[in-house]
């Protein structure tokens, strides 16, 4: 069993369309782990609970979470359908990074750093990690985005479970370049 191609399908599954294997997930983003399960045998038969338990374990970004007594499971952030993670607004540090492909620059620079699909712009809290991510959109280009600044003018930080700094927007005034 190939479990990258099933970290992707569960990814898709837990953050944009619980409907291809025929669930839903609640407010906070919460699926039922039997009916996931269940939902995934359908087109992957020897999918299960081991499957699902090594997924999670291995993620290198530890995109997922099971609840205390592993009935439930979520992404933890990266969600383009409407849910709260339940993240309590917490203090950035003064600054955060992140990181792109080549081909957004010009409209990152036009507009800062918007949604787009997703519910929030995502935040590394270092250079090597934001190097990561933007690599996976070709060249890698790097901001570095004042987050304490903004804090301070108003705007909201979530932290996620893996690490993630989250904020709806971050406007140009806020990024440079490095």
């Known amino acids: ?17 619980p409907e291809v294997v025929g669930i839903t997930l609640d407010n906070h983003g919460w699926a039922d782990v039997s009916e ?5 045998a359908k087109n992957n038969p020897r999918f299960d609970m081991d499957t699902l338990e090594r997924i999670v374990a291995t993620d290198d970004k530890n995109r997922y979470s099971f609840n205390d007594d592993k009935t439930r499971i ?8 409407p849910v ?19 081909k957004y620059v010009a409209s990152i620079d036009k507009e800062g750093l918007v949604t787009k699909s997703r519910l929030y712009v995502h935040l590394s809290m270092d250079t090597d990690t934001a190097t990561k ?3 996976r959109h070709g060249r890698p280009v790097l901001y570095r ?11 909201t930080f979530y932290l996620s479970v893996n690490n993630v700094w ?3 927007e971050v406007p140009v005034k806020y990024l440079k370049k490095l």
Do not use: W
């Open 74 to 81: 979520r992404a933890n952030q990266g969600h383009s359908i």
């Open 1 to 17: 069993m190939d479990l990258t191609k099933l970290d992707r399908y569960l990814a898709l599954i837990l953050r944009h369309k």
């Open 84 to 102: 709260d993670v339940e993240l309590p607004p917490t203090k950035p540090p003064e600054f955060l990074c992140h990181g792109t492909g080549e």
């Open 133 to 135: 991510v933007g690599s």
């Open 166 to 168: 989250l904020t709806k």
């Open 36 to 40: 996931l399960i269940v939902g995934i």
């Open 145 to 155: 985005v004042a987050s304490g600044q903004m804090h301070r003018d108003g705007y």
